[in-house]
């Protein structure tokens, strides 16, 4: 039963038991109905309460219904809302850990409610792109304030409930027992008549026209290209303006309309994307893990010291090592520095300064590091210099002690290989700035343990990254696809577009920043450097030679102060260099290529469809486990729009058939081999199918 039904005396007490957070799915909905209806017709009960079994009172409306029939079936939400505040008897909701979203809707339709210190409570469906849709828009101002209620569902943000105590939201907020507490005040209010009703309370701001054009300019300036928010506020404003029942139904008809959104359906994509993330098929969830009570980086250039930062903030003791003072010097200080802009900026407390600062040690020694639980290598990308530190590090390292590679492109197996452990190395990539963003592509090597593994995502978890797991190959998923997106954005310089179009056109579409800015921010000769070596090890791929030619300008980026653009000194922003423009035009040319104007949107759809082919290869070789995975990675780790899902979700949403058919266009013009469709992607196009 996904609701218990028990009567405790004079009260009968519905527990809701839908693990793990009792989402409010058809069925526990039915059987809240069912409860109510037991209860009503008992004449022994003369009060009722409304608890959660387990981790919460509810999270709220099941997420996985939506857009099925089944989101629809009666009893709906709002009827269970409506027989609930209809009730003849006192209905008490009795609220610990987690109530959210219809959750706490339900429990705005009881007369009563009751709630345990720490409960998070929030109305957060503004972040799955949709607005509260039983009524949550209609009922919390009237509780805690116009104010309040709009920055609530506007965030989506939970707040303890202690913060909510002095608001009529809360009858009590207790430190112990909630459902106790909650029975004794029905034992008090079991005859109290007539019954209090949120619906029935008027909403008290004289001056709220003003108020709500102020959070409308102020929302949309902040909504991006999500809808929601300014839905949310529209459905706020009907709770002032309108009577209660108008406002449901108006709330009603934007939910549904925001439901269908792709915004939404994106949105819930990652929420679901990033959940299963860290679920591997063959690794139980209850493998035993091992204990990261302390940590060690090889290496405090830009990785390194980014890495140690997080696990410092994660309350984790590091040691970095170094081979010289004078780099070890450097990479602490910055760190330090890094550390003291956050404090500047009034994001990090001293006292909270002082314990991570203090929480990073450096040495020079590999004694010192010997006993550390995990070891993250961040060297130069150079075989050689892995193969020295791993052996040095086989030969230092306590048994049990996991070593993890940050390397980006290197083959994960052949670094294992060079200890008599290869179960205990695994790669965990981080990307730059390490200690900003949020992916963590977690390498699984061929003898990588499976309990290595289930601890780097655990180990993930609390350093608050999205750990992807990727499979052993070149570039792994996230460079391996960026690989063929660089290549597309090369070629459309030959054949006549300028970096300033290519990259206004995919910033346009929604990416953080395009190709050429984050050359240029990331260091051109980065590229050039892995190039080169793939000019030998596979000469059969084809680039634009127009970012060599760059490059041999000593056109590194920001960091010479020139790259595709122009830079001003102290100033990041890029200027179209007209050096840089004639010698793309001049490489043309001497190509023999008659430059075509290139319109907005085939600058997009190559870019963009030659990562989901990538993507499509990557899946079937089994390289990621699952589509969403390479969207968590594009979401979290290369500024992909969210309001567009990830790549793969991209493709579904234009049509697998349509990606194929712009793709045999591309196959037409030069380059044209680099428009084979995958086989997967083949596959699927012509079952009608999609990646997710
Ligand atoms: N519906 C369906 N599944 C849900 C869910 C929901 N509302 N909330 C959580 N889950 C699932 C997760 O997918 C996950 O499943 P898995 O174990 O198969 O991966 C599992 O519950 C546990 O979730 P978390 O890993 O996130 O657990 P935490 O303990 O870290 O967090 C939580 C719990 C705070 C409830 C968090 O899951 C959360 O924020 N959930 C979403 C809450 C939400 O957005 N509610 C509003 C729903 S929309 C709504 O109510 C519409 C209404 O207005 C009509
Ligand atoms: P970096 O050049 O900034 O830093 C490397 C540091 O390692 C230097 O401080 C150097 O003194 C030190 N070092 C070199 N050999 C050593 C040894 N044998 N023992 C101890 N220390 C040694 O390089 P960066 O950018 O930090 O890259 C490090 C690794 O991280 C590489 O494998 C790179 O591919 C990978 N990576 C880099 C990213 C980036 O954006 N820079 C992103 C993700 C991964």
């Known amino acids: 039963m996904t609701a218990e039904y028990k009567v405790n005396g004079a009260v009968a007490v519905i527990t809701l038991n839908n693990p793990p957070v009792n989402g409010l799915g058809h069925a526990t909905r039915s059987a809240i109905v069912e409860g109510m209806k037991k209860a009503l017709g008992d004449s022994a009960v003369r009060a009722v309460v409304i608890t959660g079994a387990g981790k919460a009172f509810s ?45 706490l809707e339900l429990a705005l339709g009881c007369n009563y409610r009751v709630a345990q210190k720490g409960a998070q409570i929030a109305l957060p469906e503004v ?54 507490a909650a029975l004794a005040l029905a034992a008090k209010v079991a005859d109290v008549r007539p019954l209090p009703r949120v619906r029935d309370i008027k909403i008290d701001y004289p001056n709220y026209e003003a108020f709500l054009q102020f959070s409308r300019n102020t929302v949309k300036a902040m909504a991006g290209p999500f809808p929601a928010p300014l839905k949310c506020v529209d459905a706020v404003g009907a709770a002032v303006t309108m009577k209660f029942d108008d406002g449901i139904k108006y709330e009603r008809e934007l939910f549904v ?18 959940r299963a993330a860290s679920k591997v098929p063959d690794v139980p969830e209850d493998t035993p893990l091992r ?64 314990q991570r600062v203090g929480l990073i040690t450096g040495t020079l020694s590999y004694e010192d590091i010997g006993q550390a639980d995990i070891v993250v290598e961040a060297v130069f990308e150079d075989m050689g210099v892995k193969e020295q530190v791993f052996k040095k590090l086989d030969e230092v390292m306590k048994q049990g002690a ?42 699984r090597g061929e003898k990588t343990g499976k309990d290595v593994l289930a601890t780097s995502l655990a180990l993930a978890k609390k350093i608050k990254k999205t750990g992807v797991v990727s499979g052993v190959c070149d570039g792994f998923i996230g460079n391996r696809m960026i690989e063929q997106y660089s290549r597309q954005a090369g070629f459309l310089l030959e054949e006549g577009a300028l970096p300033e179009q290519v990259d206004k056109a995919i910033e346009k579409f929604g990416f953080a920043m395009g190709p050429f800015r984050m050359g240029d921010l990331a260091g051109n000769d980065i590229g050039w450097y892995i190039r ?37 000194p102290g100033d990041r922003k890029p200027y179209p260099s007209q050096v840089v423009n004639d010698m793309i035009i001049k490489h043309s040319a001497d190509l023999g290529i008659e430059r075509r104007k290139i319109s907005d949107e085939e600058i997009v759809q190559r ?35 969210l309001f567009r899902g990830g790549p793969m979700f991209y493709a579904d949403t234009v049509g697998l058939q349509n990606v194929v058919m712009t793709m045999e266009k591309f196959a037409r013009g030069r380059h044209g081999e680099a428009w084979k469709p995958a086989p997967l992607l083949a596959r699927l196009a012509a079952e009608g199918k999609s990646f997710n």
């Open 59 to 103: 999270g709220g409306a099941d997420i996985k219904e939506f857009n099925t029939p089944k989101a629809m079936q009666e009893p709906t939400l709002h009827t269970v809302i409506n027989v609930v505040e209809n009730s003849d008897k006192p209905v008490i909701a009795a609220i610990h850990s987690v109530c959210m979203g219809g959750g």
């Open 127 to 180: 972040k799955l792109g949709i607005l509260p849709g039983a009524g949550g828009t209609q009922r919390l101002p009237r509780v805690v304030g116009l104010e309040f209620g709009l920055n609530m569902i506007v965030s989506g943000t939970p707040v303890p409930a202690e913060k909510l105590a002095k608001t009529a939201l809360f009858n009590e907020v207790v430190e112990g027992d909630v459902l106790e």
């Open 607 to 641: 870019l963009v469809f030659a990562l989901v082919n990538e993507g499509a290869y990557i899946l079937e070789e089994g390289i990621a486990q699952r589509a969403s995975d390479i969207d968590m990675v594009y979401l979290t780790g290369y500024g992909f729009p």
């Open 291 to 354: 204990a990261i009570k302390s940590a060690a980086v090889i290496g405090a250039g830009t990785m390194g010291g980014g890495i140690a930062m997080n696990f410092a903030n994660a309350g984790i003791p590091v040691k970095i090592l170094e081979m010289k003072q004078e780099a070890l010097d450097k990479g602490l200080a910055t760190i330090r520095k890094n550390y003291e802009n956050t404090l500047k900026k009034g994001k990090l407390t001293q006292e909270k300064f002082d």
């Open 402 to 443: 996991i070593l993890a590679s940050n390397t980006s492109t290197l083959d994960v197996n052949k670094i294992a290989s060079f200890t008599k452990r290869p179960q205990d190395v695994i790669g965990l990539h981080f990307f730059s700035p390490a200690n900003v963003m949020k992916l963590l592509e977690i390498v």
């Open 257 to 274: 309309e925001l439901v269908q959104t792709t915004e939404s359906k994106a949105l819930r994509h990652a929420f679901f994307g990033e």
């Open 532 to 568: 080169k070596r793939r000019y030998v090890e596979k000469p059969e791929v084809t680039y634009s030679k127009t970012a060599d030619l760059l490059c041999e300008m000593g056109r590194f980026g920001q960091k010479t102060s020139a790259g595709w653009y122009d830079y001003k």
